[in-house]
């Protein structure tokens, strides 16, 4: 099932402008991480906060992180046509299998579609 | 180019038929993931394996899935008597155990079942 809850679904911007992505979860979470995803292609990762951060800054990307709303927003300052992607949020948490090793189990939200247009 | 890589990178298939797709993982990474997205999804967590060992399932993944990692390099994943509702891109992605361990995800195989 889907944990984390994206908004908005879709985001039509100009060159040069700031695109805001949103990410509400629901469980406790070890870290969150974003992805940008090209049309039909893999996924790329952009950025990984951990629960104790409030804020990660990487080139033109911001992402903040607020643990007592379960939410975290995502920042593209001066976009490009190049930004054109979906961007997905992902939570992570510890699970523990059942050979006794534990692992960061990615769940993954529906992704914001965004558009820049030249 | 020493990422994930995936093949075939489409495939299509009718239904019943038996379909196999291959994930070729960082070759330092010992954990592998399989995920399947359909369209305007996110990926869904499928599998899981550590080195040779599949240590998680998905409910997801139904008796007609099964996926392997012969000696925790590649790995397959095989669909058996395919269904109209398997289409979807399958998603394989590897890591390597650390603090701050990053999934690197491969370009997909894209399956449509006609």
């Known amino acids: 099932s889907q944990q984390g809850e994206e908004d908005p679904q879709a985001l039509s911007i100009q060159e040069g402008e700031n695109a805001t992505m949103n990410c509400s979860y629901k469980?406790?979470?070890?870290?969150l991480q974003w992805y940008r995803q090209n049309s039909g292609r893999g996924l790329v990762h952009l950025i990984l906060i951990r629960s104790n951060e409030r804020e990660k800054h990487s080139g033109r990307l911001r992402v903040t992180l607020d643990t007592s709303k379960k939410s975290s927003s995502l920042l593209i300052t001066a976009s490009r046509a190049a930004d054109t992607a979906s961007y997905f949020c992902?939570?992570?948490?510890?699970?523990?299998?059942?050979?006794?090793?534990?692992?960061?189990?990615?769940?993954f939200g529906q992704g914001t579609i965004l558009t820049v247009h030249p | 180019d020493t990422g994930v890589s995936q093949n075939p990178r489409h495939k299509i298939t009718k239904r019943g038929q038996n379909v196999t797709f291959r994930c070729d993982p960082i070759?330092?990474?010992?954990?592998l993931y399989w995920y399947r997205q359909t369209l305007g999804q996110g990926p869904e967590f499928l599998t899981y394996f550590q080195n040779e060992a599949q240590l998680e399932k998905s409910r997801l993944l139904s008796d007609r899935f099964s996926a392997e990692r012969p000696k925790g390099s590649f790995s397959t994943l095989e669909i058996q008597r395919t269904e109209q509702g398997d289409s979807a891109m399958y998603l394989c992605?590897?890591?390597?155990?650390?603090?701050?361990?990053?999934?690197?995800f491969g370009p997909g195989t894209r399956l449509l079942v006609l």
């Open positions: 992902a939570t992570v948490r510890g699970v523990l299998t059942a050979g006794g090793t534990s692992y960061g189990k990615l769940t």
């Open positions: 070759s330092e990474h010992n954990r």
């Open positions: 992605a590897s890591s390597q155990t650390g603090p701050r361990e990053t999934q690197y």
């Open positions: 469980t406790s979470i070890n870290n």
